[in-house]
């Protein structure tokens, strides 16, 4: 089993959710997504996990979410990804995938617990 935690170390629910999966004794690949956003594909693949739309993975309440005017129901994907990427503080936290026999799963850590049912 591969897991990768895209990780805010300055966020509680990221920790918290890393820790979780540290007392079950998995270490996951850390993807300090500040640093290095994923691409829009990784994105696109993470939302598809998710069963989420783009919005849906964007923290709102962030200046760059209003001062780009992202709520623009006229924006596309592709246009959503590009401020992602862009401003990676809008990408909500943590995420968590999982794959496991070839298969990949994902689950949003708000709570950290939901990492429990991909695991």
Known sequence: MTVTIYHNPRCSKSRATL???EARGIE???????DKPPSAARL??????????PRNLMRRQE??????GLDDPALTR???FAAMAKFPILIERPIVVVEKA???KAALGRPPANQLAIL
């Open 19 to 21: 820790a979780l999966l």
């Open 28 to 34: 996951p690949t850390i993807a300090p997504y500040l």
């Open 44 to 53: 696109d693949e993470i939302l598809k996990l998710l069963d989420l739309e």
């Open 63 to 68: 200046a760059p979410y209003r001062a780009a």
């Open 78 to 80: 592709k246009q959503l």
């Open 102 to 104: 070839g298969r990949r």
